[in-house]
């Protein structure tokens, strides 16, 4: 099956920086990779997502990166706030296939 | 977007007794709903993946006859936590996915004493 590994986890980073979360996969035939932003106790929230025919995709001060020959992808902020801390979650599925793998999670603090 | 409720939201039982906990996709209809189980400081984990109509599908290592799946309606999973541990104590979360995107519902929290 899939595994997916995602570091660092944990990630503190000064107001107004950027900062960057890796994941890893295992499984080639993945190609739907979502980032999701989790508070505590609360649901997952899908903040974006990349399908493997594209190499990187922007939205606003978020962007994910793709490396489908490495089997990487990558989730970037920038100009972070303090409301960008979170626990943040990398997935990977087969498009089609609702079943998530889920990377181990990244704890992201944003220092005033 | 779409929306998935869960319910209860939060619920205390003793060790021993069953509890249920029920997943609805408010807006539209879902064949397949999936089941996580999310232990503090760790990662969403698969429990098992409900199929309308037929039996539930469990990963490895969950005990099906522990936790029971029901997904009678379209609309509709429930997982009963049967025979409850303070080990099983845990935020239980469903997804279904609709239009290619995948939905959570809130999330249980079970708290075993």
């Known amino acids: 099956g899939e595994n997916v590994e995602q570091h660092p986890s944990t990630l503190s980073v000064q107001e107004g920086d950027s900062a960057v979360i890796k994941c890893t996969y295992s499984d080639s035939a993945s190609n739907y990779f979502p980032w999701y932003k989790q508070e505590l106790g609360k649901r997952p929230q899908l903040i974006i997502d990349i399908r493997s025919n594209v190499g990187e995709k922007k939205d606003q001060r978020i962007a994910v990166t793709l490396n489908k020959t490495a089997k990487h992808f990558s989730l970037h902020i920038t100009e972070t706030q303090p409301e960008d801390s979170a626990v943040y979650f990398c997935a990977a599925n087969h498009f089609g296939n609702e079943k998530l793998t889920f990377g181990t999670g990244t704890r992201l603090t944003i220092i005033p | 977007g779409a929306v998935v409720s869960q319910h209860p939201s939060r619920v205390i039982c003793k060790s021993g007794t069953s509890v249920k906990i029920e997943c609805r996709s408010l807006d539209f209809q879902a064949t397949t709903m999936f089941w996580y189980r999310q232990f503090p400081k760790q990662s969403l984990m698969l429990m098992a993946t409900s199929n309308e109509g037929s039996k539930a599908t469990y990963e490895q290592g969950v005990e099906k006859d522990k936790f029971l799946i029901n997904h009678a309606s379209l609309t509709l999973s429930t997982l009963t936590v049967t025979s409850a541990h303070p080990e099983d104590s845990s935020f239980y979360i469903c997804?279904?996915?609709?239009?290619?995107?995948?939905?959570f519902g809130e999330g249980s929290w079970l708290t075993v004493v």
């Open positions: 997804s279904a996915d609709q239009g290619n995107t995948i939905y």
